[in-house]
């Protein structure tokens, strides 16, 4: 299994990020998992981390849609709006209770998230990710 650069999970629900970093470490999907409580401090970890020719971008980032503040729909509208060099090496999948058919078709229409799964976070589940997008 490939070793990825960096995780970014991105969900106000510290419990679920607490589990969802053992499994990903547990697994040895990454080294360096991060952790963001909301779109505001997932879009400031992504400015810091991806603005420099030696980027060290998430190579995946496992997005919560409601959230207190900036929610994952707004965090794709600005996500979006960066230049393409910084959204070029990540992978975001929608990590999500919420698989309403609006927030669904608001996501599809900005065609950047590479999938939705719904939690909790499984061994399957992130076997399939690694199998798909890396």
Do not use: W
Not at 40 to 60: F, G, I, N, Y
Not at 65 to 76: H, K, R
């Amino acid at each position: 299994m490939k070793t990825l650069s960096s995780v970014l999970l991105v969900d106000d629900d510290q419990t679920t990020n607490f589990l969802n970093k053992n499994l990903l470490t547990r697994l040895q999907v990454t080294n360096n998992v991060l952790v963001a409580l909301n779109g505001e401090q997932a879009m400031a970890r992504v400015q810091e981390l991806c603005t420099s020719p030696a980027t060290d971008c998430p190579a995946l980032i496992l997005l919560d849609v409601n959230m207190p503040g900036m929610n994952g729909i707004e965090f794709l509208q600005t996500y979006k709006q960066l230049p393409a060099a910084m959204q070029r090496p990540t992978i975001i999948v929608m990590l999500t209770t919420s698989l309403h058919p609006r927030d669904v078709a608001r996501v599809e229409q900005m065609a950047i998230v590479a999938g939705f799964i719904s939690k909790p976070l499984t061994t399957e589940k992130i076997q399939d990710i690694l199998h798909n997008h890396f």
